[in-house]
């Protein structure tokens, strides 16, 4: 593994249309890596590690809603709704970045790429739902723009097991690393005991 530079945590749609029970696009084991994320988020907090919550909102009159069939993709997140808020256990300190998507990459029309140059980032911790759709798109991305990539396996899930293990092995194979959330704490506080 390359040695790490300038860490940030970008967290992914974890946001109660996408993991309260009964939600638009519910997905039950989403909730169960909160306690994980929220436990690398509370390091990353200590450490001084930048930290990114990237969230998709949709306009109410549906015009920039994907062009995928409701029935496929039914609306969701829709702005100044309760659904589209973050969980409450993941909510966002005022000097965090809150960054707004349309689509399912974090990159795609938004100013990620900015606020992560700013930052002078190098490696990407890629963390939120789904495997398989926003964190695919985003890790992807991320590694075209010569970002390194480490994906959490304990911080990200998808609608089935199968779904998350075929894309982590997508992410290894292709573009980055995928470690335990613990891994990715301790390589952190190595990294900041070192500087």
């Given at each position: 593994?390359?040695?790490?530079?300038?860490?940030?945590?970008v967290i992914i749609?974890?946001?109660?249309?996408?993991?309260?029970?009964g939600?638009?696009?519910?997905?039950?084991?989403?909730?169960?890596?909160?306690p994980?994320?929220?436990?690398?988020?509370?390091?990353?907090?200590?450490?001084?590690?930048?930290?990114v919550?990237?969230?998709?909102?949709?306009r109410?009159?549906?015009?920039?809603?994907?062009?995928?069939?409701?029935?496929?993709?039914?609306?969701?997140?829709i702005e100044?709704?309760?659904?589209?808020?973050?969980?409450?256990?993941?909510?966002?300190?005022?000097?965090?970045?809150?960054?707004?998507?349309?689509?399912?990459?974090?990159?795609?029309?938004?100013e990620?790429?900015?606020?992560?140059?700013?930052?002078?980032?190098?490696?990407?911790?890629?963390?939120?739902v789904?495997?398989?759709c926003?964190?695919?798109?985003?890790?992807?991305?991320?590694?075209?723009?010569d970002?390194?990539?480490?994906?959490p396996?304990?911080?990200?899930?998808?609608?089935?097991?199968?779904?998350?293990?075929?894309?982590?092995?997508d992410?290894?194979?292709?573009?980055?690393?995928?470690?335990?959330s613990?891994?990715?704490?301790?390589?952190?506080?190595?990294?900041a005991?070192?500087?």
């Open positions: 593994m390359v040695k790490w530079q300038n860490p940030v945590l749609d974890m946001q109660r249309d996408f993991l309260d029970p939600a638009p696009i519910e997905i039950p084991r989403g909730r169960e890596i909160i994980n994320l929220a436990r690398l988020l509370s390091s990353c907090r200590k450490l001084r590690v930048p930290v919550h990237v969230i998709t909102i949709h109410r009159n549906g015009k920039d809603w994907e062009i995928l069939e409701p029935s496929r993709v039914p609306p969701h997140c100044n709704t309760d659904g589209a808020q973050i969980v409450s256990e993941l909510r966002p300190l005022e000097n965090e970045f809150v960054v707004v998507k349309k689509r399912y990459s974090a990159f795609f029309n938004t990620l790429d900015t606020i992560l140059r700013r930052l002078q980032a190098n490696t990407l911790i890629v963390a939120g789904t495997t398989e926003c964190v695919r798109s985003t890790a992807f991305d991320a590694y075209f723009r970002y390194q990539v480490i994906v396996i304990d911080c990200t899930d998808s609608v089935t097991e199968t779904k998350k293990k075929s894309t982590l092995g992410i290894v194979d292709c573009v980055g690393d995928v470690i335990s613990s891994e990715v704490i301790g390589a952190m506080a190595a990294q005991g070192s500087t």
